[in-house]
């Protein structure tokens, strides 16, 4: 089973998450107003745009350093998501990307896809969700040391590799265990689901978790580069892409709060205009900024 097709079923094989689906399905206004509110306790006071790279693979590296310059002369700084593997083998690139200005945060230690020489391209290995919670933590710590090895980053969020498998209560309530014990402030680590019953910004007994975007048309779906640009038989074109951006930036501009928290792999997007017109589409209405400069993030950096 593909990376993509778990992380749908651990989403639709939840009760609620179902119901929620129902409601991205037959009520989104209701679910996208109710979104608003809850960020606006949670105190985001205006749209904004977090961008993020998942930088999985030695393509990755060969790639980002165009993306990124591309980006910074949009007005964007992403933020930066390397397993520990690749931080070291790419290191010269991402110390670069580093010293523009970027934000880095942790995202395991163990490279966690592999070329399958058979199809002739990467696929995903090391779920989290398969592992001991043992190994996890070990592969949290080393993530981080590596950070400050390599980069000299004393990281204060997290990203968990291939984040949709690993979404149950249990596993978040170990997962920001961790993270409390290296200090940490933030997660981005769950998927939109989380979001629609939660808000942009959730408060987990002391980290506070970030979960990504989904779109208008499917809610609960993250809109992602595997999933527009890059999947083998994807259902979605680049096109959808463009189209989903605005869709989502001007239905969340009418209420004028939240977070459009997107992550991308540099590979993917790597010279594909439509996805460089969509985050122009959505800054246009959303202040772009990195995990760092949110209310209620920032006072504690």
């Not at 097709?5 to 989403?11: E, G, Q, S």
């Not at 990755?60 to 700084?77: C, P, T, Y």
């Not at 395991?108 to 070329?115: K, N, R, S, V």
């Not at 400050?148 to 949709?164: D, S």
Request: aromatic fraction near 12%.
């Amino acid at each position: 089973m593909s990376s993509l097709a778990k992380k749908i079923n651990t989403v639709l094989s939840h009760p609620v998450n179902s119901f929620y689906h129902f409601l991205g399905t037959n009520a989104p206004d209701f679910l996208f107003n109710r979104y608003a509110s809850l960020s606006r306790k949670s105190g985001i006071d205006k749209l904004y745009l977090i961008l993020s790279f998942d930088c999985d693979t030695e393509e990755d590296i060969n790639a980002a350093w165009d993306v990124h310059r591309r980006l910074q002369g949009m007005g964007i700084s992403p933020v930066y998501a390397v397993p520990g593997d690749l931080l070291r083998r790419g290191e010269k690139v991402y110390r670069r990307i580093y010293e523009s200005g970027s934000q880095f945060i942790n995202h395991g230690d163990i490279e966690h896809t592999f070329y399958d020489i058979k199809n002739k391209r990467y696929a995903s290995c090391f779920f989290y969700n398969e592992q001991s919670f043992d190994r996890i933590k070990k592969d949290i710590f080393d993530g981080h040391r590596t950070l400050k090895e390599v980069l000299n980053i004393e990281a204060r969020g997290f990203r968990t590799p291939h984040f949709g498998t690993f979404q149950s209560t249990r596993q978040l309530k170990f997962l920001y265990g961790v993270l409390k014990e290296l200090g940490y402030l933030f997660s981005t680590s769950t998927a939109p689901i989380y979001g629609l019953r939660g808000g942009a910004m959730i408060n987990s007994k002391g980290i506070i978790e970030l979960p990504v975007s989904g779109t208008i048309a499917h809610p609960l779906q993250v809109l992602d580069s595997w999933g527009y640009f890059k999947a083998p038989a994807r259902k979605f074109t680049p096109e959808d892409y463009l189209n989903e951006a605005k869709k989502l930036s001007n239905k969340l501009a009418d209420s004028g709060v939240g977070i459009i928290n997107i992550y991308a792999d540099p590979s993917h997007v790597y010279k594909q205009e439509l996805f460089f017109q969509a985050i122009n589409e959505i800054s246009k209405v959303a202040v772009p900024i990195t995990y760092n400069e949110l209310p209620g993030l920032k006072e504690l950096i």
